[in-house]
């Protein structure tokens, strides 16, 4: 038995010996601040957009953007009303059909870099740039900058650098169409896996001090993103995914096998789970704050409780989400959920932000 077996085997031990046992939980949920969440536990969000920053047009919004993309899951009241400590702000690199410009990243970055200059939100340059503990009445919260899609980028890689000079800590080179870099999960793989750009790309995010965010990357991506992480001892994340249970899921899903979660996880990294809702069979679908903790605990009996997080994707307009879940605000009914399936509250603080700061302090020095 191998090092992460034996992790795995004591991790379905620990969970199988408390499942059922909640006589804790009024101990520790009844006294409920922040919005619902017990005081103390970090909370961060891996991937979201918040107040859909990424818009471009003139304000006020157009109804009909609004009527399409009206996704308000995730704001920056909501983020201070709940008191979460940091939230990923994701610049949209590409859509269903076309990439943005360079020059339209910017102009989402620098929309974010304008909370900072008025005192709403402080970009994490550093680990240390997250407020820690329970957050004060007044805090500024800690906004990632990150970059989902890399596709503006083309093969200029000293954008990387100009972006990392701005604040930016986070990119997901994968998002809506296939690129330079690789394939995506949801078409048909044409690069068979991560190019030499891409392998360039991301050996540069490491060097500079950046989370490389493996989401929307298909299996041959992956892979070859996760060996890069290996032979640097850099961990990875998947900031928004589900647990799929088809053997041969790609094309059409954005959902994971367990055989790429543990990819992730075996580079010490943070596989994110969200709240959206879906369903592919009468035994395995995910509708409810119910389904979502029973597959946060599955996740943890594959990989351990050291490498699952929070990701929501709030302000991205995404898929249908789960009964119940209108906006951040409702994640303390996970918080719930997941007592009520037998994690502990150290668990469920690893979940809530405690593992993903770990990646943060290890790639943000």
């Known amino acids: 038995m191998n090092r992460r077996e034996f992790l795995k085997y004591c991790t379905v031990l620990g969970a ?13 949920l009844t006294n409920k601040k922040r919005g619902g969440f017990p005081q103390g536990m970090l909370l961060i969000d891996a991937h979201a957009h918040p107040d859909q920053f990424y818009y471009m047009g003139p304000e006020p ?21 709940l008191g979460m400590h940091g939230s990923s702000f994701a610049a949209i690199g590409d859509s269903k059909t076309k990439p943005s410009t360079f020059t339209e990243v910017m102009t989402q970055i620098n929309r974010v870099i304008s909370l900072e200059e008025e005192g709403l939100v ?22 990632i900058l990150s970059l989902e899609g890399a596709t503006p980028l ?42 030499v750009i891409g392998q360039q790309l991301v050996e540069r ?20 993103i996760a060996e890069i992480a290996r032979v640097n001892g850099v961990p990875i994340i998947d900031s928004h995914t589900s647990l799929t249970h088809r053997e041969n899921p790609y094309g059409t899903t954005r959902l994971r096998t367990a055989k790429e979660m543990e ?27 119910l389904d979502w903790a029973k597959e946060n605990l599955e996740i ?28 951040i605000l409702d994640l303390p009914k ?24 770990r990646v943060i302090k290890q790639c943000i020095d």
């Open 16 to 28: 199988s010996l408390t499942l059922g046992n909640n006589s804790a939980y009024a101990s520790w």
């Open 300 to 327: 943890v009996r594959e990989i351990g409780i050291e490498h699952i997080g929070l990701g929501t994707d709030g302000g991205g307009g995404g898929p249908g989400l789960l009964d119940g879940y209108e906006s």
């Open 205 to 224: 995010m490491m060097s500079l001090g950046m989370i490389v965010d493996v989401a929307h990357a298909h299996f041959n991506t992956l892979e070859g």
């Open 61 to 81: 919004k157009p109804q009909s953007w609004i009527d399409q993309f009206g996704d308000e899951s995730s704001t920056l009241e909501k983020i201070k009303m």
């Open 122 to 143: 402080r970009i994490v340059r550093r680990h240390r740039d997250m407020p820690l503990g329970g957050p004060p009445k007044g805090y500024i919260p800690g906004a």
């Open 154 to 195: 083309g093969t200029d890689l000293d954008k990387v650098d100009d972006l990392y000079d701005l604040g930016l800590r986070l990119i997901t080179p994968m998002h809506r169409i296939v690129n330079d870099i690789g394939d995506i999960m949801t078409a048909s793989p044409s690069k068979g896996g991560i190019t």
């Open 334 to 357: 996970l918080v719930e959920a997941m007592v009520e399936v037998g994690f502990k509250r150290s668990e469920i603080e690893a979940y809530m932000g405690g593992n993903l700061f």
């Open 263 to 289: 990819m992730v996880a075996e580079t010490g990294g943070v596989v994110c789970t969200w709240p959206s809702r879906w369903y592919e069979d009468a035994n395995h679908h995910r509708t409810s704050f």
